[in-house]
């Protein structure tokens, strides 16, 4: 069967890489513009990808096609950003100058403005906005691993409708969504947790095993669902458990929350959120993408956000490697009840 075209992937990390490596192994073409240390890799040793099912794929070197720039890349049809949210513009405006009029770009990317943002760096192309349920690892480049469950959503559209079949092929079927801005925030109040565990310093699993952590994570999760049933949106089911239900099953005693919530402790036992990573390299975190998504959808209604607005100003005010107790992150965020 004929693909569509090429694709690129445009910042090939984590999740670029997982998806390149998927799309490569059924026998799509696949150029990752990618940092010189991936390009390296994946020149030299070709990719290794692991599955959630336990599969480890290996591509040979040359399978995937890998370049620093935009400009080494063929022509492609169909664009995955896979760059973190600060990353997003500059991608954009470089996209933007180098591919032709109307070329299909979808967002992969976590928060709910990447791809308006990504539509006002780049006007010229066709942007959709897409959402990863699952988490993958970059053990080191060239070497991805897939660590938790679920399917790639994106936004309905008649030009990602003929890539159904190669991307179901891939392993990874799209679920086409008409209101993908309901899956973004599903998502998003998920992803509430990664701040906690950046702040936290210590393995996902550990973290949720903490039920002092848990609250903190129930109350900025409580804080987002009040704000967007007042703004009208009703945030989509990314999990088997629905939204608005996510803050009571946190603030369980731990021993139920183990018993009620077992997949979402299914996490190897030193996976970490890439927000605790970025923090401790100095890099910029995604906070903004979360928690300042929080505040600004606040404001939108003349509201505010004020547990959100305090851990969007903690992060950064974080010393790197500086760890938190529960207690002592309650009390930052005045959850403790002090002022
Ligand atoms: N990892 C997960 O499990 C997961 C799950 C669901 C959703 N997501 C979301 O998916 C997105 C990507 O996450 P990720 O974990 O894959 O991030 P990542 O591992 O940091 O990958 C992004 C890569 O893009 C590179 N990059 C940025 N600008 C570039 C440019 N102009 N040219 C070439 N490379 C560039 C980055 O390099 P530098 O670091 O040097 O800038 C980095 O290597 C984020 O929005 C994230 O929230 C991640």
């Not at 089911?237 to 183990?258: E, G, K, S």
């Not at 190897?268 to 928690?291: F, K, N, W, Y």
């Not at 959808?297 to 760890?323: F, V």
Request: glycine share 10%; proline share 9%; charged share 20%.
């Amino acid at each position: 069967m004929g693909e569509p075209g090429a694709v690129l992937v445009y910042g090939a990390g984590a999740i670029g890489q997982f998806l390149a490596g998927a799309l490569a192994s059924a026998g799509v073409a696949v150029h990752c513009v990618a940092r010189p240390h991936v390009v390296k890799a994946l020149r030299e040793r070709g990719l290794q990808f692991g599955r959630i099912d336990g599969r480890t794929v290996h591509l040979a070197p040359g399978v995937l096609g890998a370049s620093e720039s935009l400009e080494q890349a063929p022509p492609p049809s169909l664009v995955l950003l896979t760059v973190k949210g600060p990353a997003t513009t500059a991608a954009g405006a470089e996209l933007q100058r180098a591919l032709p009029a109307g070329t299909l770009v979808v967002s992969f990317q976590n928060g709910v403005d990447n791809p308006a943002r990504l539509r006002d760096a780049a006007p010229g192309l066709h942007v959709l906005a897409g959402m990863v349920p699952f988490n993958v690892v970059m053990v080191e480049p060239g070497v991805v691993r897939q660590s938790t469950d679920g399917q790639l959503a994106c936004a309905s559209d008649p030009a990602i409708e003929t890539w159904a079949s190669a991307f179901a092929r891939a392993g990874l079927p799209l679920a086409l969504h008409a209101d993908m801005r309901a899956v973004q925030w599903g998502k998003l109040l998920l992803n509430l947790n990664n701040p906690v565990n950046a702040a936290a310093g210590i393995p996902l699993r550990e973290q949720l095993l903490q039920r002092g952590y848990r609250q903190v994570v129930a109350a900025l999760q409580a804080e987002a669902l009040g704000l967007l049933r007042r703004a009208g949106i009703r945030p989509a089911r990314v999990t088997p458990m629905p939204p608005a239900l996510l803050p009571a099953l946190l603030r369980l005693p731990t021993p139920l929350f183990q018993a009620l919530a077992q997949r979402m402790l299914t996490i190897s036992p030193e996976a970490r959120s890439s927000m605790q990573d970025d923090r401790d390299a100095g890099r910029p975190t995604e906070i903004d993408e979360l928690c300042g998504a929080v505040v600004r959808l606040a404001a939108s209604t003349g509201d505010r956000a004020p547990l959100n607005e305090r851990m969007l100003e903690l992060i950064p005010e974080l010393e790197p490697g500086e760890r938190l107790a529960p207690k002592a992150l309650q009390a930052r965020l005045g959850l403790d009840g002090s002022p």
